[in-house]
């Protein structure tokens, strides 16, 4: 078969899938050939730290949100390999519009973001007229749109805090999030009712359990966890600021209540202390995101070789969308982060 008409296959096939789904040669060695495969395209490889550990292993960049969207804005890579969710593989577009940017898995979404649907968002924004909207980046590019400014777990805080006492402001999507913000900073933010799927699930039980059997681990949880986790908890932080108090504070043992994928950083970091991933409250021991773990090393070496999926969106609201983007990187710029 050709290779125009295997491609045109494939790309009608992906259209239902999501990723591609071609044979590999189980001879091939993937992590050689995806780093030839960067050189020859000119391709980054930016990955989430709840990425899988081989696919941590393989990319040019580990980080949150805030850090994945800086490396995304400054890169002069030709392809942006996003391993992570949609809304960061859209992040990187809208912020590069003549770059490639590939998502292994099209599938790979986001319980957060898809708690808030724009058109419901818009009429909720209508009723609020003399409030700005400050939209975490678990969102679509349509609540983007719709945002004044964009905000990650690292730099909320201070976003929040850079705004006058009496402005009004709607915080959205994440409940618990925003709820931590306005304990933190002592605002009444108006709250979207949104959650994440992976964070919303700790036991406190369990963990209660857990801290009674390992009394010298200290316990750090991201602050997408429900406020009765945060409450009991020794550090919150985005998934970097987790990961650097694990490694510089004095503590050996560490409970971690956010996504597993983390614990592979946690542990190469630190590799003398303990890290235990906090349960869920269900049967298993650990908490994955599904979506995150959409992506694995076959569908990324695949998409660099077919350079397949993509991320496309309609130019006018990409534009709508870069705008608070642009405005949180020029804050975090401005506070050092
Ligand atoms: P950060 O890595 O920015 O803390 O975000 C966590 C998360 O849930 C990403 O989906
Ligand atoms: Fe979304 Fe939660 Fe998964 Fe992050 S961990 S991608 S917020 S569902």
């Not at 992976?198 to 036991?203: K, N, P, Q, R, W």
């Amino acid at each position: 078969m050709s290779d125009v008409k295997f491609l045109a296959e494939e790309t009608a096939k992906l259209d239902i899938k999501g990723f591609l789904d071609v044979e590999i040669d189980p001879t091939l060695d993937l992590f050689d050939e995806i780093e030839r495969l960067k050189r020859e395209k000119n391709a980054i490889v930016l990955a989430h730290y709840y990425q899988e550990p081989d696919i941590q292993d393989i990319a040019d960049y580990i980080g949150d949100s805030l850090g994945l969207a800086q490396q995304a804005e400054k890169t002069d890579a030709d392809i942006i390999v996003f391993a992570g969710v949609h809304f960061m593989a859209e992040t990187a577009k809208i912020l590069n519009p003549n770059k490639k940017v590939l998502l292994p898995d099209l599938n790979a979404g986001c319980s957060l973001s898809d708690s808030c649907p724009p058109p419901l968002f818009k009429a909720f924004k209508e009723k609020h007229p003399d409030h700005i909207v400050i939209s975490y980046i678990n969102c679509s590019a349509g609540i983007k749109a719709l945002s004044d400014i964009i905000c990650t777990s690292s730099n909320a805080r201070q976003i929040v805090e850079s705004l006058p006492l009496d402005q009004k402001i709607i915080f959205a999507p994440d409940k618990n999030l925003g709820g931590y913000i306005n304990k933190v900073t002592g605002r009444n933010m108006l709250l979207w009712n949104g959650a994440c799927m992976v964070h919303e699930i700790f036991s406190l039980e369990k963990i209660t359990r857990l801290k009674e059997r390992h009394p010298e681990a200290k316990l750090i949880a991201h602050p997408e966890c429900e406020e009765a986790v945060l409450r009991i908890a020794d550090f919150i932080g985005s998934t970097t600021q987790l990961l650097k108090f694990s490694e510089t504070d004095e503590a050996q043992s560490f409970i971690v209540a956010t996504e597993t994928g983390i614990l592979h950083q946690m542990q190469k970091n630190a590799p003398d202390k303990t890290f235990i991933a906090a349960p869920p409250d269900n049967a298993c021991a650990c908490n994955d995101c599904p979506h995150m773990k959409l992506n694995t090393l076959e569908k990324l070496y695949l998409c660099m070789k077919y350079e397949l999926p993509e991320i496309t969106m309609e130019e006018q609201l990409r534009v709508a969308a870069k705008r608070p983007i642009d405005k949180m990187l020029e804050l975090s710029r401005q506070f050092g982060l």
